[in-house]
């Protein structure tokens, strides 16, 4: 396996007189402290993955989808995506367990795949995050103004209040942020497996109302919502219109991939939360849009209204459905759930944001300076970076500019989809590299149940949506824009010039050119994690097996988180 170094000479560059390995962060930032440190346990990593996968966008973004294309629409395309996110999950934790890299996805990108496609999906990932930061605080100032109206206090007040804690949080270490998100995000599992069981509950008649509904609604006004046109058409294209609500609801999930330089004992941990992926997707996610479309039927008044909500309880289908069986109370405790929701995502999106940029530097694709880190091992500059766009959410105090910001949400899907198109790519020259060289699926931590054909077929389908997510937007429409929505045209798809750009043009800057199997470096940096492996395991098994307690916690708990 001595294969590794055969491309060396021209990935080498000239540092005090002494040719150097460009691929190696330690030669390439030289005196530059750019160590983060492993200070997110099991618990953290896993739960952050919960916390990355539940979001507003099912427990708010539903409703539109339902309301515009019914609840088996629905069901089809959360159950569809949810597999692809499955599969893309997987792909990324084989790489993971191997070797966890502190620069995450974009470093695999750039290692096993091509430089230049490390160049493109680490910007885009970040111009992703420096986005949705700032929307996340935005929509956080809307939650409160289901209790406060914006004339009594401005809601950049709020802005203010919220990003300066984020701000705290991520500052003062990466043990600090980890168990911040991991009651963060227990909160959220506790949360949406309430509304789950009330879900269950209202569909099997325990509502005030005593109603028993069952398949009811699947009958009358029907399973599916024809969109555009009439007929099996329309119940086709109204089925294709829930794959953007679908895509946007999972975005997020990947989250694990940015925290495995800080995450202990990584090739434990990581492949961990992958597993359990699967089953958190099932039931957060495809058990809670069936039960959905079980007690609010998609004719619902309430339910268009929803849709037009900005943000907040009134925003929620769940509310929705609590109103129609007549629970007082609720919609305000569930809006306070839901400001939970949004905190705890700009908390770990500012996290994402400065880890990605970090990365960047780390492989040499952004300024050195921003890959330095303090005595925490917190990226102080790559923080400070991304924090200043959250400075965006200030646009939004001004009623005038929500339509302008939210022309920036949009381009976040495209994002997304384009960050799992390349960690689909990478993962399929990563199988072709190690088969290459000799490494067969005894010798990996973890592997990819469907191996690199269900990275290929995961692949195929996140280019389908990609390309015709947006559809819609040439149906004529003369009473808001026209014959054609072009605004929606540019935000939704100017992300795949941009994406396409940065890969064409870092290649003709740099002349670098796609990694070949024999030639990629599967090994650089690996003795290092197996030290650090080793000492972990080491210091482990010195502590015991702990008291009755953490026996317990291990045997029958740990398995959820």
Same mark, same amino acid.
């Given at each position: 396996?001595?294969?590794?170094?055969?491309?060396?000479e021209?990935e080498?560059t000239?540092?005090?007189g002494?040719?150097?390995?460009?691929r190696d962060p #330690?030669?390439r930032?030289g005196?530059v402290?750019?160590?983060?440190?492993r200070?997110l346990?099991?618990?953290?990593?896993?739960?952050?993955?919960?916390?990355?996968a539940?979001?507003?966008g099912?427990?708010?973004?539903t409703g539109?989808?339902?309301?515009?294309a019914?609840p088996?629409?629905?069901?089809?395309?959360?159950?569809?995506?949810?597999?692809l996110v499955y599969?893309v999950?997987?792909?990324l934790g084989?790489?993971a367990?191997?070797?966890?890299?502190?620069s995450g996805?974009?470093?695999y990108?750039?290692r096993f795949?091509d430089p230049?496609?490390g160049?493109?999906?680490?910007?885009?990932?970040w111009f992703?995050?420096?986005?949705?930061?700032?929307?996340q605080?935005?929509?956080?100032s809307l939650?409160i103004?289901y209790?406060?109206?914006r004339?009594?206090?401005n809601p950049?007040v709020?802005i203010?209040?919220f990003?300066?804690t984020i701000?705290?949080?991520?500052y003062?270490?990466?043990?600090l942020?980890? #168990?911040i998100?991991?009651w963060?995000s227990?909160?959220?599992?506790?949360t949406i497996?309430?509304?789950i069981?009330l879900s269950?509950?209202l569909a099997?008649?325990g509502?005030?109302?005593?109603?028993r509904k069952?398949?009811r609604?699947?009958?009358e006004?029907g399973?599916?919502?024809?969109?555009?046109?009439?007929g099996?058409t329309?119940?086709?294209?109204?089925?294709w219109s829930?794959?953007?609500?679908a895509?946007f609801a999972y975005?997020g999930? #990947?989250?694990?991939?940015v925290t495995?330089?800080?995450?202990?004992?990584?090739?434990?941990t990581?492949p961990r939360?992958?597993?359990?992926?699967?089953y958190?997707?099932?039931?957060?996610?495809?058990?809670?849009?069936?039960?959905?479309?079980?007690?609010?039927?998609?004719d619902?008044?309430d339910?268009?209204?929803?849709?037009k909500?900005?943000s907040?309880?009134n925003?929620s289908?769940?509310?929705?459905a609590i109103?129609l069986?007549?629970?007082?109370?609720?919609p305000?405790i569930l809006?306070?759930?839901i400001?939970?929701f949004v905190?705890?995502?700009s908390n770990s999106?500012?996290?994402i944001?400065?880890r990605t940029i970090?990365?960047?530097?780390l492989?040499?694709?952004?300024?050195k300076?921003?890959?330095r880190t303090?005595?925490?091992?917190?990226?102080v500059y790559?923080?400070?970076?991304s924090a200043?766009?959250s400075?965006l959410?200030y646009m939004?105090?001004s009623s005038?500019?929500k339509k302008v910001?939210?022309?920036?949400?949009?381009l976040?899907?495209?994002?997304?989809?384009?960050t799992?198109i390349?960690?689909?790519?990478?993962?399929i020259w990563?199988?072709?590299?190690?088969?290459?060289?000799g490494i067969?699926?005894?010798?990996?931590?973890?592997?990819?149940?469907l191996?690199m054909?269900?990275s290929i077929g995961?692949l195929s389908?996140?280019?389908l949506i990609?390309i015709?997510?947006?559809?819609?937007?040439f149906?004529?429409?003369?009473?808001?824009?026209?014959?054609?929505?072009?605004e929606?045209?540019v935000?939704?798809y100017?992300?795949?010039p941009?994406?396409?750009g940065?890969?064409f043009?870092?290649k003709?800057h740099?002349?670098?050119?796609?990694i070949a199997?024999?030639e990629?470096?599967?090994?650089l940096?690996?003795?290092k994690?197996?030290?650090e492996e080793?000492?972990?395991?080491e #210091?482990q098994?010195?502590?015991g097996?702990g008291t009755g307690?953490?026996?317990?916690y291990?045997t029958w708990?740990?398995w959820l988180?």
């Amino acid at each position: 396996m001595s294969l590794r170094h055969n491309s060396t000479e021209k990935e080498s560059t000239m540092m005090g007189g002494e040719k150097v390995d460009a691929r190696d962060p #330690e030669a390439r930032l030289g005196e530059v402290k750019h160590d983060l440190h492993r200070g997110l346990k099991a618990r953290h990593i896993t739960m952050i993955a919960i916390g990355g996968a539940i979001g507003t966008g099912l427990i708010i973004g539903t409703g539109k989808a339902l309301a515009q294309a019914g609840p088996a629409a629905v069901l089809i395309s959360y159950t569809i995506v949810g597999f692809l996110v499955y599969l893309v999950m997987c792909a990324l934790g084989e790489m993971a367990a191997w070797l966890p890299l502190g620069s995450g996805f974009t470093g695999y990108a750039s290692r096993f795949c091509d430089p230049s496609l490390g160049f493109a999906l680490g910007w885009t990932y970040w111009f992703k995050y420096i986005i949705v930061t700032p929307n996340q605080l935005t929509a956080a100032s809307l939650v409160i103004q289901y209790w406060i109206d914006r004339d009594r206090v401005n809601p950049g007040v709020w802005i203010t209040v919220f990003l300066l804690t984020i701000l705290f949080i991520n500052y003062f270490g990466i043990r600090l942020f980890g #168990e911040i998100e991991f009651w963060l995000s227990s909160f959220k599992v506790i949360t949406i497996v309430a509304l789950i069981l009330l879900s269950l509950i209202l569909a099997l008649g325990g509502g005030p109302d005593h109603d028993r509904k069952g398949f009811r609604y699947w009958k009358e006004p029907g399973a599916f919502k024809p969109y555009i046109a009439t007929g099996d058409t329309g119940r086709f294209l109204a089925l294709w219109s829930t794959f953007v609500t679908a895509t946007f609801a999972y975005l997020g999930t #990947e989250l694990v991939g940015v925290t495995v330089g800080e995450a202990q004992n990584p090739r434990r941990t990581i492949p961990r939360a992958i597993r359990l992926t699967f089953y958190r997707i099932v039931i957060f996610y495809v058990f809670s849009v069936f039960l959905l479309g079980m007690i609010v039927p998609y004719d619902s008044p309430d339910l268009a209204f929803s849709t037009k909500a900005s943000s907040g309880a009134n925003a929620s289908p769940f509310v929705v459905a609590i109103k129609l069986s007549g629970i007082k109370y609720l919609p305000d405790i569930l809006n306070a759930c839901i400001l939970v929701f949004v905190f705890s995502a700009s908390n770990s999106d500012l996290y994402i944001a400065s880890r990605t940029i970090y990365g960047l530097a780390l492989e040499g694709n952004a300024p050195k300076f921003l890959a330095r880190t303090d005595s925490r091992g917190v990226p102080v500059y790559a923080l400070g970076l991304s924090a200043l766009f959250s400075l965006l959410a200030y646009m939004n105090v001004s009623s005038d500019s929500k339509k302008v910001f939210s022309y920036f949400v949009n381009l976040t899907t495209i994002f997304g989809i384009l960050t799992w198109i390349s960690i689909l790519v990478t993962h399929i020259w990563f199988v072709r590299a190690r088969r290459a060289q000799g490494i067969t699926n005894a010798m990996m931590p973890y592997t990819a149940p469907l191996g690199m054909g269900g990275s290929i077929g995961a692949l195929s389908g996140c280019i389908l949506i990609a390309i015709f997510k947006n559809f819609y937007v040439f149906h004529p429409d003369p009473e808001t824009y026209g014959k054609w929505d072009y605004e929606n045209f540019v935000t939704g798809y100017i992300g795949i010039p941009l994406y396409l750009g940065l890969i064409f043009g870092h290649k003709w800057h740099t002349k670098s050119k796609g990694i070949a199997p024999l030639e990629c470096d599967l090994f650089l940096g690996k003795d290092k994690i197996d030290r650090e492996e080793q000492q972990f395991l080491e #210091e482990q098994a010195a502590m015991g097996p702990g008291t009755g307690a953490r026996r317990f916690y291990n045997t029958w708990i740990s398995w959820l988180f």
